[in-house]
């Protein structure tokens, strides 16, 4: 009874979340896809074996992966997939422990946002869109 409120709101409050956790990975995706050789050379400059592939699975899991997700389409195994990619990414390009001065605590931060990151796509995976989504119709 004291959460009635919000099972009364949960599938609104679902796709709120869907949106805001998706907002980062949709608009940097968007951003590398407009920018593809950008994108390619940063990967290369992180010593990204393939960069101009590393660019494309990039995009994909962003910005194509991320959409997919603000519309509630195959949400709970995509949300999986996209944890494991934001771990990946934490681990490849915020290894703040290699790193010192103003670096490491700036990738430390972003580092540990990766992972709360993951708490939310694995709340997700767990939850599902609720209503307002693909999945549901």
Known sequence: MRY????NQRDALLLVARLLLMLL????GFSKLTDYTGTSAYMAA???PLPMLAAAVVIAMEFF???AIVLGFWTRPLALLLALYT???ALVAHHYW???GADRMANMINFYKNLSI???LLLLCLT????YSIDRR
């Open 25 to 28: 990975f949709v608009l940097f």
């Open 65 to 67: 992966v991320g959409l």
């Open 87 to 89: 771990l990946g990414t």
């Open 4 to 7: 009635a409120l919000f099972e």
């Open 98 to 100: 290699t790193m010192g």
């Open 128 to 131: 599902g869109p609720g209503r």
């Open 118 to 120: 993951i708490g939310g």
């Open 46 to 48: 992180e010593g990204l």
